[in-house]
């Protein structure tokens, strides 16, 4: 699932994991309670997420899985 996935990441030493979706707040925040994210990005654009995984690639190595 996607929460082991994450939880493998975390031993793996990764501190800081997002979720950013064009989805709902609301469904966007369920999301990220459910799988134990640190933050999460609701209601974004392609341009927005692009923007999003620059800026975190700018302060630390940085990885995105997309379903599209």
Known sequence: ???QNLETLRSLGVTEISVVSGDTRGAVEAVAKRVGA???FAETLPVDKERIVAEAAAKAPTMMV???
Do not use: E, I, K
């Open 66 to 68: 997309g379903d599209g």
């Open 38 to 40: 640190t933050r999460f």
């Open 1 to 3: 699932t996607a929460a």
